[in-house]
């Protein structure tokens, strides 16, 4: 690593090449990635990490379903991600060194990885459904304490207010900060969660986004007992809001719109009350809807089935524009007369997430997880990128 009047250099190996990579990080990231990653002597050794080191499209592989879902795209080299190694961080004022067990796969990374929501800096660790313990502890921290087991979600830090999650100063776990897939990260104390000990490391870390995010998307529907609610898309989010809902509304029906006959029969296992596919009319039409799909067209077959006075909660971070195109048959007296809304969710909160954790494990949610190891992200990423997945993935980072 090199510091510079224009700013940080850091040499890496990365394996997908077989080659020294040399990466420029802008003066304004300095600091902050300086310190992250460099330790004075590194005490600490050196940790196995994936991160992104471009930007571009991931090339497109087969879509299957059942046994062979993952046999396809096998090749661990092929990308995204560039296998490296970093310093481990040392962590500084109120932040904790946490030893990573184990790291959810979220859609986000795809949006990361193909500039739809881009990293400020290259290369960066993505990953931010993180749990793992802690091992260290910054000069400032007052709460918590070695070995206890937290997660760490998509919010790395912000101001603290109640909209911290829309404030200017909100970084991203994985996007502004280097994230979980590797062996440690580091992490203001105040964004490192406890974790219940109902659920595993491996269950634990789809709550700390599809769980904290999908959460936060049913409070802002406003949504009331003895109504109807629709899923549309049900992948690692709707999946659990689907268990959340149903314990918190039981009187409520709940209807799951999907693509993939296997997905649907999924939802209908884990207690909906009707699964059809993205374009199908359901038996009744609904008062609140939760979009988690990153196309366009289930936007409007959304606000097709919507009720009066209802609203449709967007749950993505980006949108793709392959089908953006369609917006333009949105009509107005046919899609969003009477009264009905649209509103999207932006980030979560440390209160949502400490919020969350508490409510999963009374219930308890019972996430449904297909596990990787940690040198398998390219694979699982390019099985998410080919969708029809059923539940979350999650890597498994930590080395018993």
Known sequence: MKITSKGLYVVCFVHVHHSLATFHVPPSSRLAMAASL????????????????????????????????????????????????????????????IKVSCCGVCH???DEIEGRTTPPY???????????????LGPDVKDLRMG????????????????????PAFR??????????????????????RIPDVFTDEEAAPLLCAGGIGYRALKLTGFKDKKTLGLM??????????????????????????RSQATRDFALELGADWAGNTSDMPPEKLDAIIDTTPAWAPILASLEVLKPGGRLVINAIR??????????????????????????????????????LKVAAEIPLQPKVTIFPLEDANV?????????????YVLKVGRD
Do not use: C
């Open 233 to 258: 898309g049900f992948g690692g989010s709707a999946h659990i809001v689907l268990q959340l809902a149903k314990h918190i509304y039981p009187n409520s029906k709940i209807f799951v719109f999907a």
């Open 148 to 167: 206890d087991r937290v997660g760490v979600g998509w919010i790395f830090d912000s101001d603290g207010t109640e909209l911290e999650n829309l404030s």
């Open 38 to 97: 460099a330790r004075p002597g590194n005490p600490g050794g050196n940790m196995r990490a994936l991160a992104i080191s471009k930007i571009g499209p991931i090339a497109p592989v087969p879509k299957s379903e059942g046994k062979g879902h993952f046999e396809r795209h096998q090749d661990r080299d092929e990308g995204p991600l560039a296998f490296m190694r970093f310093p481990i961080p040392a962590p500084t004022a109120d932040q904790v060194l």
């Open 108 to 110: 986000t990374e795809l």
């Open 172 to 193: 991203a776990t994985g996007r502004d900060a280097n994230g979980g897939y590797a062996e440690y990260m580091i992490v203001g104390e105040h964004y490192a969660h």
């Open 380 to 392: 699982a990423l390019r099985a998410l990128k080919a969708g029809n997945i059923q539940g979350a």
């Open 122 to 136: 290259l290369p960066v660790i993505p990953g931010h459904e993180i749990v793992g313990h802690v091992v260290e």
């Open 319 to 356: 949108k793709e524009s392959k089908d953006v195109a369609l917006l333009a048959n949105l009509d107005y007296a046919h899609h969003i007369w009477m009264e009905k809304e649209i509103k999207t969710v932006a980030n979560v909160t440390g209160k949502d997430l400490r919020e969350f």
